[in-house]
């Protein structure tokens, strides 16, 4: 493909382009890389400044690159063509589309998957081999479910929903249109319910709902629990990371971006395009306002409020974390200080007592 004619695909999002004063100097693209990785006829971007140096030992044919007049022009003296655009990462991820799809197999039920009589397939659905459907499965159209997916029963699947290998979808829950679950995640098992006696646990049945709305995303091994009453809710367009843990009775917002390995307690309501980044801890029923967000490892106890960045844990405000992260690495210097400070003191206390005790002695 012509360097031209990805320009002119993505020509909503670019604000200039080499070729717009040397159209005739195109090259073919025949694929994308990293720019450290780039070889001859791939194209790579650069998202800033930082990435100045890697532009002069690229190999890349094409570049992707912020509206930065340097980068510009060092791209041009080294013969790279480029296009330029505020959202780079984007462009680059858009062209990624030209020369990439997932694995889509065609429509087709294989032989030795196990659907029972009263589930309702839709069109143009594929189900790979050894999946399971149980009773008054509701599957949409043009959806995926690939080998060893097991779906519980009274399951609702959403037109152009993709279900990994090896995912289990538990009774009763309700996965909106566009969705993706990836490999080893469970979707509506029990939450984990149970309550203290005097002779142990008692176990309290999770007789609620678990909800994915449209265009959700789940990597592998996360889970998704279902309530004991009511429903744990995913927002629209939400993405979930591996290793992640939903809590139950938990409602995630729409937008939202959580990272590998966080995990929420239950009953924790999340607002719109919250970000929660890896190792997020959420303690129980906390409330995370619309637009915050959680740095790596953060520990949250309590109400976030909407637009707060927190780190740290138990979590505080980002900046005062930053002074405090300051401090910490000088705080053996700080601590022999304060050692030499009383040190100091008490000396100073001793010797005004013996002046003390003197000047009575006089008296």
Request: hydrophobic share 35%; proline share 5%.
């Amino acid at each position: 493909m012509k360097f031209s004619e990805i320009t002119r695909q993505f020509a909503d999002i670019a604000t200039d382009s080499s070729l717009t004063t040397n159209p005739d100097h195109d090259v073919e693209i025949t694929g994308v890389a990293a720019i450290d990785e780039a070889t001859s006829g791939t194209l790579s971007y650069v998202e800033g400044g930082k990435f100045t140096s890697l532009i002069g030992k690229t190999a890349a044919s094409a570049l992707i690159l912020p509206d930065d007049t340097t980068l510009k022009s060092q791209a041009q003296e080294r013969g790279i063509l480029w296009v330029s655009t505020r959202e780079p990462k984007l462009f680059f991820a858009k062209v990624l589309t030209l020369f990439y799809q997932p694995y889509r197999p065609n429509p087709q039920i294989h032989p030795t998957a196990i659907i029972h009589p009263t589930a309702k397939i839709g069109s143009d659905v594929y189900i790979g081999p050894h999946a399971v459907l149980q009773e008054r499965v509701e599957i949409g159209n043009s959806a995926v479910i690939h080998p060893n997916v097991v779906i519980y029963p009274d399951v609702k699947i959403g037109d152009r929903t993709t279900l990994h290998a090896n995912c289990t979808i538990h009774e009763r829950s309700q996965i909106g249109a566009d969705c993706v679950i990836h490999s080893g995640t469970v979707i509506g098992a029990e939450g984990f319910g149970f309550v203290p006696t005097r002779t142990g646990w008692f176990k309290m049945e999770q007789s609620g709902y678990t909800v994915l709305e449209d265009g959700v995303e789940i990597g592998c091994n996360s889970a998704v629990d279902r309530p004991a009453v009511g429903e744990t809710r995913i927002g629209r367009n939400t993405v979930i990371d591996n290793l992640v843990q939903i809590g139950h009775g938990s409602q995630i917002g729409a937008g939202c971006a959580i990272a590998g390995q966080a995990g929420m307690a239950g009953g924790v309501k999340v607002g719109n395009r919250v970000i929660l980044a890896g190792q997020v801890g959420v303690a129980n029923q906390v409330k995370i306002g619309d637009g915050a967000i959680a740095s790596a490892q953060t520990g949250i106890h309590n109400d976030v409020p909407p637009g707060e960045i927190v780190s740290g844990s138990p979590a505080i405000s980002h900046k005062l974390y930053l002074k405090a992260a300051a401090i910490y690495h000088r705080l053996p210097e700080i601590y022999q200080s304060l050692k030499q400070l009383q040190r100091q003191l008490g000396q100073k206390s001793k010797e005004a007592g013996e002046q003390g005790a003197g000047s009575k002695g006089e008296n």
